[in-house]
C-alpha cells in the first residue's frame, strides 16, 4: 500500500503541478497514519466475508461505512497540509487518525483468530 500511495502522490504532483517538497515530511506523516487504519479494517473485513456466499457485495457495504473516519481524516489533513497550513491546524485529524488506527488494529488483533475460525 506505501508503493501504491508513493506512486500516486508522485503522479498526482506531476499532473496538478502541486508542490509536494514544502508539505512532505507533514504529508509523509498523514499518509503514515492512514495506511495502517485502513489495512487493518480491510484486513478484518475480508477475512469476515470469505465465506459468505454474496462477499463481492457484502465486503463493500461493510468496509465503507467502517472507513469513514480514516478516509475523512487523511483527506482533510492532506487538503489542509497541501494548501500551506501548518501541521499544528491539522491536529485534531491526526488525532482521529492515530485514534481509528489503535481501535482498528487492536480489535483486528482480538478478533481475527475468531473470524478465521468461523
Do not use: N
Amino acid at each position: 500500500m506505501t508503493a501504491v500511495e508513493i506512486v500516486l502522490v508522485l503522479l498526482f504532483a506531476f499532473f496538478y503541478d502541486v508542490d509536494l517538497w514544502t508539505p512532505a515530511a507533514p504529508l509523509a506523516l498523514v499518509l503514515a497514519l492512514g495506511t495502517p487504519g485502513l489495512a487493518a479494517v480491510g484486513t478484518l473485513f475480508a477475512a469476515m466475508t470469505t465465506r459468505v456466499r454474496a462477499r463481492e457485495l457484502l465486503f463493500p457495504v461493510l468496509l465503507l461505512p467502517a472507513q469513514v473516519p480514516v478516509l475523512l481524516a487523511t483527506v482533510s489533513a492532506t487538503q489542509a497540509l497541501l494548501l500551506g497550513r501548518p501541521l499544528a491546524d491539522v491536529g485534531h485529524w491526526l488525532k482521529l487518525l492515530g485514534g481509528a488506527d489503535v481501535v482498528y488494529v487492536t480489535v483486528g488483533l482480538l478478533v481475527f483468530e475468531f473470524v478465521l475460525e468461523g
